[in-house]
């Protein structure tokens, strides 16, 4: 399996975690004021990881090369920044919209970089395709 598809499971296990630890605290204390985080997290962290790692592997030729590390650090940070800055948001921390907005930017940039990973053939990226022995 591809590196970076390893990075995208770990990473998502990671915010998995968090996301459940989230639902957990919520349900716990009967405070549900951060749902918008926890869904964040569990939907954006670990599901859509979860899909790039699976693509990555099913696809390693477009595992290759500088645009998939880029868009695998690029994307992570982004949720990062966005789901602990709205986090803080929700629970009525002054200040978090610029980082939630620069967080969701970072979200959508891996986005298009992922579209652009999908839609250009692997031999466009400047990898070179193999045969199958």
């Not at 998939?68 to 650090?73: A, G, K, N, V």
Request: glycine fraction near 10%.
């Amino acid at each position: 399996m591809p590196s970076v598809s390893h990075l995208f499971f770990r990473a998502g296990i990671v915010f998995l975690m968090v996301g459940i630890g989230l639902g957990l605290a919520m349900s716990i204390s009967q405070n549900h004021d951060v749902t918008g985080a926890h869904a964040h997290i569990n939907l954006l962290g670990w599901v859509t990881s979860a899909v790039f790692g699976a693509y990555y592997a099913l696809n390693p030729a477009k595992a290759q090369g500088l645009l998939p590390r880029l868009h695998f650090w690029l994307y992570t940070a982004g949720v990062t920044v966005m789901t602990a800055s709205l986090y803080f948001l929700l629970k009525g921390t002054p200040g978090m919209e610029a980082p939630v907005a620069v967080g969701s930017l970072m979200v959508a940039a891996g986005v298009l970089i992922a579209a652009w990973v999908i839609f250009m053939p692997a031999a466009a990226q400047g990898v070179r395709l193999q045969a199958a022995e």
